[in-house]
Nanobody
């Protein structure tokens, strides 16, 4: 089975930083496109950032310049470095393939205070 385990969330003041991690089992990030998603209750889930199998990143406009998606190939871990955090970034963050081909993990809660 493919399993994804997110970690690294927490409570941070606006302007602070967090680095989220996604540990994968049964999937090799080197050979798959991966993405970070976030969801807030009552709002539609959105894909925040993607990274292709060849390492090309892409971001939604609201996080461009603040977030960085990357991979550690040796450890098979996907990262999301989040800087200059805003209260609007508060959400549960999940990793998955862009096509949602794996089962969702539990996600990791990110809370940004004003």
């Amino acid at each position: 089975q493919v399993q994804l385990v997110e970690s690294g969330g927490g409570l941070v003041q606006a302007g602070g930083s967090l680095r989220l991690s996604c540990a994968g089992t049964g999937i090799i990030f080197r050979f798959n496109s991966m993405a970070w998603f976030r969801q807030t209750p009552g709002k539609q889930r959105e894909r925040v950032a993607t990274i292709t199998s060849d390492g090309t990143p892409a971001y939604i406009d609201s996080v461009k310049g603040r977030f960085t998606i990357s991979r550690d190939i040796d450890k098979n871990i996907l990262y999301l470095q989040m800087n200059s955090l805003k209260p609007e970034d508060t959400a549960v963050y999940y990793c998955n393939t862009p096509g949602l081909t794996t089962t969702w993990g539990r996600g990791t809660q990110v809370t940004i205070s004003s």
